[in-house]
């Protein structure tokens, strides 16, 4: 047991689909919590498809959905709707993150619930906030990116915004989104008192990108710049990737000599036997080396050049010096220690096989939280009415046999 | 009251520095918890002085420190290492990001510490996990980014690997760890039980890129490439960004046509009058869009560069494509709006002024936590001693007349 029974007994009703509101009750479930998805019969929550190369759910929704249960319930059949409200009666929390006014048109807004059930937190997710110019508009992942700042910092000096290949308008949200419910659930165990939680994308977004505004107002007042691999302002010089031998996409290593810490400059020199350079003028201070930063830089990589990016880091990370080879996907998929630490394990799915994927990176006592396998549309239907509203067989039977679940 | 109740009560004993700790306790002060930076009477937790441009605390640390309190205690002093462990068997949670081994180093280690508290929930940020090859090795936000795969899927596809502008390894890491603690709190709350939380920013890192692996599975088994403002994989085009009138860096708005959608580009068409091109076979399905990859995002560049970006937006996310203005933070921060939701706020800070930063982007009850200001370094001295520890005035003296506190 290793933090899976740290939510125990915290029952959320999950209408939500893709990625930031599956991101965030994956998170809960992966500590305990009882997590239901209602989802459409006929296909589901859409992220069941996406990306799919055949006819099992898709890799990307069991990246999100794993520790989950399913139950299949037509929303547009009025006893589907009442079988959702009894649903939510029972819960803890309840999630959606459909387009803006979707839940509202459903039947199943804030006000109806909060009047079945007071104590609930009813979280919501959309793209824009309340009040925004941009509140009705649809919204993914890159456009929050787009709209909240990310991309104008990301990529070359010279080049056009870059999108960031991790999915901070998705799951960076729906972390946001754990943190508060879980918050709000503590003040409820002590108060007994609901909430009404919601989150925009694109204010999210701005949660992880404050340096660049600290930057921003440190300096000229005018936009942060993109900055390629550098930090966001430039950094001194050395700091960025530097290409090593091999010469492919991804042979580089991450130097960082902290201006916080003058004897990174020098302990780098001394890894590149290049103690001629101690205390050259030139290169002395880091603002002298942001004066001569293409020499800088130059040196630097007439040094990486001769070695693998394996070897660069070892290199220069055992001289106490920060450093990091840049590794892609597939280096960590075959790096044993990832599984050896829980931080990448196997999901037993009855339909996709075995399959290795990331779960929940914190270890408690030692250990990663265990990944279950992601459910199958509607598996547990009979399981869930039966233990969240204590229906009979006969009962569930009906439903089924009406279409009300699936 | 908006959220600011909610972890009424808890405290926490915050050891941490720089950005991933501080930005996990951070969040946990904006909803109530009692957060008490431990820092060097000389100089502090090293944030204050990131990136300064005058004798204030830097711009960086007020990001991460908000709505804290702070007491300076010299830990090279045995009676300050001993005013720590008084503390921590009066806190609920404690948190570190040292350097590996430093903690332990101190005498302030998980087993030390729960030998005096038994029910502490004890946290540790670093760079690797325990097991990692690297476990030893230094790392910033920037290494973690390298080693966590997330700079191989970041930047053009021709170019090198870029940094995002967002500080995954740091504050990514930093919600990770402050679910975790939640989750071991409501635990705590019903059996009394500790935790001993460990998560390396490596190992984050992965949690917000599973997409990419999702692609790696699905396609070839090589690794995810580099995708410039498109998604991993490439996605089917129209997707990225498109270049608007006025031919600044962000002057970009960004499209995206989901496959899911097939409307998508029939409606695109007819925003850009282009119905002629309406059942198309060079342009009618995503498959055959990809094929001819470069003449759709010439029609569509042809139809961008004639509006500006905020109209491009307006006209294609009112024909219910998602669509979004590549901004910038100046945009951004001359937004009105943000700050009438609650998104920015102003930081009343007595040294540094009225400042206007980004707060918990989460609304509770329609409003976001309030912004209190970062604490000036052992401002909370007598505070702190006094509601933690019930010390009086001459015993808070003596500590301070003798070094022990700042």
Redesign the interface.
């Known amino acids: 047991m290793s933090?899976e029974?740290?939510?125990?007994g915290?029952r959320i009703l999950d209408l939500s689909q893709f990625e930031a509101g599956p991101s965030c009750t994956e998170?809960?479930a992966w500590?305990?919590a009882d997590v239901v998805k209602i989802e459409n019969p006929k296909v589901g929550d859409?992220g069941r498809?996406?990306?799919?190369?055949d006819a099992n759910d898709?890799?990307?929704f069991?990246?999100?959905n794993a520790n989950k249960r399913s139950l299949a319930v037509n929303l547009k059949n009025p006893r589907g709707l009442e079988l959702v409200k009894a649903l939510a009666a029972t819960a803890d929390v309840m999630i959606e993150n459909f387009a803006p006014g979707a839940i509202e048109r459903l039947g199943l807004g804030y006000e109806v619930i909060r009047a079945i059930n007071p104590a609930i937190i009813y979280c919501q997710v959309k793209g824009f906030?309340?009040?925004?110019?941009?509140e009705n508009?649809?919204?993914?992942?890159?456009?929050?990116?787009?709209?909240?700042?990310?991309?104008?910092?990301?990529?070359?000096e010279d080049?056009?915004?870059?999108?960031?290949?991790?999915?901070?308008g998705d799951?960076?949200t729906g972390?946001?989104?754990?943190?508060?419910i879980?918050?709000?659930?503590?003040?409820r165990?002590?108060t007994g008192q609901g909430?009404?939680?919601?989150?925009?994308m694109q204010?999210?977004?701005?949660?992880?990108?404050?340096?660049?505004?600290?930057?921003?107002?440190?300096t000229d007042?005018?936009?942060?710049?993109?900055?390629?691999?550098?930090?966001?302002?430039g950094g001194n010089p050395p700091?960025?990737?530097y290409?090593c031998k091999g010469g492919g996409?991804?042979d580089?290593?991450?130097i960082?000599t902290?201006a916080?810490n003058p004897e990174h400059w020098n302990r780098l020199l001394k890894v590149m036997g290049r103690e001629d350079l101690i205390d050259d003028p030139r290169y002395a201070t880091p603002v002298a080396r942001t004066e001569h930063r293409a020499e800088v830089d130059r040196i630097v990589s007439e040094w990486t050049i001769r070695h693998d990016k394996h070897t660069a880091?070892h290199l220069v990370?055992s001289a106490?010096?920060?450093?990091?080879?840049?590794?892609?996907?597939?280096?960590?998929?075959e790096d044993p220690?990832?599984r050896?630490?829980g931080?990448?394990q196997t999901m037993k799915h009855p339909a996709v096989g075995d399959?290795v994927?990331?779960g929940?990176?914190?270890?408690?006592?030692?250990q990663a939280p265990a990944i279950t396998a992601a459910p199958l549309l509607g598996e547990h239907g009979e399981q869930v009415l039966s233990e969240w509203l204590s229906y009979d067989a006969a009962r569930i039977s009906e439903l089924k046999g009406n279409g009300v679940v699936g």
């Open positions: 933090g029974n740290c939510l125990a915290l998170a809960l500590m305990g859409p498809t996406a990306g799919r190369t898709a890799l990307y069991l990246q999100y906030g309340a009040g925004s110019p941009y508009n649809l919204a993914f992942d890159m456009i929050a990116q787009a709209c909240g700042g990310l991309m104008s910092i990301t990529g070359e080049g056009p915004p870059c999108k960031p290949g991790a999915t901070i799951t960076g972390m946001l989104m754990a943190i508060s879980l918050g709000a659930y503590v003040r165990l002590r909430e009404h939680l919601q989150v925009a204010d999210a977004i701005l949660h992880y990108i404050r340096n660049a505004f600290a930057y921003m107002d440190r007042g005018k936009a942060a710049p993109r900055a390629g691999s550098r930090t966001v302002g700091i960025g990737v290409p996409p991804n580089y290593v991450y960082y902290s916080a880091m990370g106490t010096i920060p450093a990091g080879a840049v590794l892609d996907t597939r280096e960590i998929a220690t990832f050896q630490r931080i990448r399959y994927m990331s929940w990176p914190v270890r408690f006592s030692g």
